[in-house]
């Protein structure tokens, strides 16, 4: 059974140019994000190495964020297409390795939409905590 | 000398044909067409180098590289122990050397892989595509000798199998040879016999290879090869062997045609029922699979072999399944493992050479199959096949890049 007072830990990749400046835009506006999500900045979500997202969920991660500008709005032209690749590759790997697809999440924020990122947050964090902790914490290598 | 740079597929033309000299034509299996094919390539320095596998004993080849006609000659003959990849050898040798290598369908899938990677150069490489019903570790082959058949292993003479039957020939009681034979299938269910990689593989003729060469189609008794001629390249080099003289070729007839295709699909429905068959993961839930992955994969010793031997992973010792690997990261399963199966799901072709070379048993085949077939159904794409074809992602890229040249055109 879940403990009553578990909040679900979620690591968020942010881009520089759009989905961190989305995230910072929630903040000026005073939303509410819940305290659940962990925010890594990264220059471009180009940069996001699949390893990295595999590593977030191996440390215990409940959900792993992609996010970054949307389609043809990449500050470096073409980048996001390499990281929409990237993730049908994860969502597959993440699915038939036994976690739920919900727990990876590929996003695009740009740097006017604060308050789609307040609720995209909010909205995987009631998502994670339905399905509980991730299944990497009680195969945790004794 | 011609030089051929087209990967031209051509209409399929087949043929049954076999070696025009006696002596190959004993010596080798269903009338010695590969090896008279090679050896006149040799003569006539239409290639370099051949790459063939030498009998060394009835359970056991060893790959040979060579420019010796004489050593090809002497590789003549079909063989079940040969559970390796050829493709990674070739790397061994030149570029610009055109080389023959008689190649099982995983053979030449893993060379096509390769070949895309820009480590082969395709252009110079001749793919004697041989039909496969597939191969048999050697040491599981003496076990079956002398646990299921009776016999000293080191008085087999000849292995073969024919009509659905394993059978041994073998020196007898003052030195006559006998022959026993046992049903493939009975033994099969015992776990016994084929590698569970070509248990469950569905290639069964080389359709990727310059020309597809076996015994499926050729009326019984009759001591032919059954050809199709796939590419240009395949068509010179039978050329090169006809001018010569050193094959004697004949139309396949309509029934042999169909009989190959009845066979090849015969072999096909039984690998489809052994691929479920061996799937201990059909049917489980998210949570089992994961437990068996993380049970399976934790015993990994971290010793790099199924790395070095795949036949699709072109990475050096900087690879980062290897870099990013750390032996003190206390991970459910390792970063080099998920890594592998993650840089593998596009392109892995299933010839499991990995679970092979594993210290410890870790069933491989199973594991990159179980990614890489729901990968690849996603892509709708198949590794190996036609040197043309690039992964898809990779298309969607390079369409993209000439819609926004486009679209900047008419901004301008």
């Not at chain 1, 996001?80 to 727990?103: A, C, I, M, Q, S």
């Not at chain 1, 996003?107 to 009631?126: C, H, K, L």
């Not at chain 2, 072109?314 to 080099?336: F, G, P, R």
């Amino acid at each position: 059974m879940v403990d009553a007072d578990w909040e679900p830990k979620i690591l968020a990749f942010c881009c520089n140019w759009c989905s961190y400046a989305g995230a910072d835009a929630a903040g000026l506006e005073r939303r509410q994000i819940p305290a659940t999500v962990r925010v890594i900045r990264v220059m471009c979500s180009g940069r996001i190495d699949p390893a990295f997202v595999l590593m977030g969920f191996l440390e215990g991660a409940d959900a792993v964020l992609v996010t970054g500008c949307h389609i043809g709005d990449c500050h470096y032209v073409d980048a996001n297409y390499k990281t929409r690749n990237r993730y049908e590759f994860l969502k597959v790997l993440v699915k038939e390795l036994g976690l739920d697809p919900e727990r990876l999440q590929l996003r695009w924020i740009s740097a006017s939409e604060g308050p789609i990122f307040a609720d995209m947050v909010r909205e995987v964090t009631e998502k994670v905590k339905k399905l509980g902790p991730s299944p990497f914490r009680s195969v945790w290598k004794s | 000398m011609e030089v051929i740079d087209s990967y031209g597929m051509m209409e399929p033309r087949y043929y049954l044909a076999w070696a025009t000299d006696e002596a190959i034509r004993a010596r080798g299996a269903n009338g010695g067409f590969v090896t008279a094919l090679l050896v006149s390539a040799l003569e006539t320095q239409f290639i370099d180098l051949a790459l063939v596998v030498k009998k060394k004993s009835v359970y056991e080849g060893v790959p040979v590289l060579t420019n010796d006609p004489e050593q090809v000659k002497e590789s003549a003959g079909s063989l079940h122990g040969v559970p390796w990849n050829l493709a990674k050898l070739l790397l061994e040798c030149a570029p610009d050397k055109r080389v023959g290598v008689p190649t099982k369908p995983c053979d030449a899938r893993g060379i096509i892989e390769l070949a895309k990677r820009r480590q082969i150069a395709l252009d110079n490489v001749f793919l004697i595509g041989l039909n496969c019903g597939g191969t048999v570790h050697p040491l599981r082959m003496r076990e079956l000798a002398a646990e299921l058949y009776g016999l000293d292993p080191d008085t087999v003479q000849k292995e073969e199998i024919t009509a659905g039957k394993l059978i041994l020939r073998y020196e007898g009681e003052g030195g006559a040879t006998q022959e026993k034979g046992l049903k493939i299938d009975e033994l099969e269910q015992e776990g016994r016999g084929r590698r569970d990689a070509c248990k469950s593989c569905t290639t069964k003729l080389p359709v990727m290879a310059d020309l597809a060469c076996g015994n499926w189609g050729v009326p019984k008794g009759e001591q032919k090869t059954f050809v199709e001629v796939l590419t240009d390249k395949g068509a010179a080099i039978l050329e090169n062997a006809l001018n010569k003289g050193a094959i004697t070729v004949e139309d396949a007839t309509e029934q042999s045609i169909a009989v190959r295709a009845k066979i090849e699909r015969a072999m096909q429905a039984l690998a489809a029922r052994w691929k479920d068959e061996l799937d201990v993961l059909t049917d489980n839930s998210p949570s089992e699979r994961l437990a068996f992955y993380t049970e399976q994969l934790q015993r990994c010793i971290h010793c790099g072999a199924c790395k070095a031997v795949c036949p699709v992973c072109a990475c050096d010792e900087d690879a980062k399944c290897l870099d990013l690997h750390d032996e003190q990261d206390a991970y459910a399963i390792s970063l080099y493992n998920l890594l592998r199966i993650l840089h593998l799901m596009d392109s892995c072709i299933h010839c499991g050479q990995c679970e092979e070379v594993c210290p410890v048993d870790i069933p491989l085949t199973l594991i990159q199959r179980r990614f890489s077939e729901r990968m690849q159904a996603h892509l709708d794409y198949e590794p190996g096949m036609d040197v043309t074809e690039t992964p898809p992602y990779q298309e969607t890229k390079l369409r993209w890049s000439a819609d926004a040249k486009t679209s900047e055109s008419e901004g301008a």
